[in-house]
T-cell receptor
Framework: GNSVTQMEGPVTLSEEAFLTINCTYTATGYPSLFWYVQYPGEGLQLLLKATKADDKGSNKGFEATYRKETTSFHLEKGSVQVSDSAVYFCALNTNAGKSTFGDGTTLTVKP | EAGVAQSPRYKIIEKRQSVAFWCNPISGHATLYWYQQILGQGPKLLIQFQNNGVVDDSQLPKDRFSAERLKGVDSTLKIQPAKLEDSAVYLC??????????????FGPGTRLTVT
């Protein structure tokens, strides 16, 4: 079956540090890939997405590139802020819309 | 536009009791999902509806869980009888029609269930 593996957390960084959260997937066909974020006390919301190989999704300074050859979709940000502290989930959708989520990575950014 | 609505937000029950959760998706969204999120884990898909038909319920424990989506809009998820391991947050999400899986999901705030 389909699966999504994220780097284990928690991750603690200082403000303005570089962020990478690794995500690899296993799926048949050509899934769409997503990063969702859950801020403290809030619901899950979309951060960015990519729907085909080599696409780059970006939003709020975050980026991730759909790498089919390595089946990866790593999340990056050049300079994190305290307000980026949240739980980040990598997910995939098959063409039929079936979703699989990773277990989440908790990011804490300290001033 | 109004988001995905869920109720109740919190529920505490004893094991072997029954409980029901309600979800109202975003207007016009054909696809509706129910997830179970256990603390420290990612959301696990329980059931997916397309309009009022079931697309995937392979991970739904059908001996105790049931779900319906009448008229292709609102949905209810029921647990009967509940077990301790059912303690989790139950998330409802919806997405627009079409898109062949490329559309993102819009999540409700979730219902936190505690089974004692």
């Amino acid at each position: 079956g389909n699966s999504v593996t994220q780097m284990e957390g928690p991750v603690t960084l200082s403000e303005e540090a570089f962020l990478t959260i690794n995500c690899t997937y296993t799926a048949t066909g050509y899934p769409s890939l997503f990063w969702y974020v859950q801020y403290p006390g809030e619901g899950l919301q979309l951060l960015l997405k990519a729907t085909k190989a080599d696409d780059k999704g970006s939003n709020k300074g975050f980026e991730a590139t759909y790498r089919k050859e390595t089946t990866s979709f790593h999340l990056e940000k050049g300079s994190v802020q305290v307000s980026d502290s949240a739980v980040y989930f990598c997910a995939l959708n098959t063409n039929a819309g079936k979703s699989t989520f990773g277990d989440g990575t908790t990011l804490t950014v300290k001033p | 536009e109004a988001g995905v609505a869920q109720s109740p937000r919190y529920k505490i029950i004893e094991k072997r009791q029954s409980v029901a959760f309600w979800c109202n998706p975003i207007s016009g969204h054909a696809t509706l999902y129910w997830y179970q999120q256990i603390l420290g884990q990612g959301p696990k898909l329980l059931i997916q509806f397309q309009n009022n038909g079931v697309v995937d319920d392979s991970q739904l424990p059908k001996d105790r869980f049931s779900a319906e989506r009448l008229k292709g809009v609102d949905s209810t998820l029921k647990i009967q009888p509940a077990k301790l391991e059912d303690s989790a947050v139950y998330l409802c999400a919806s997405s627009p029609p079409g898109g062949a899986g490329s559309y993102e999901q819009y999540f409700g705030p979730g219902t936190r269930l505690t089974v004692t």
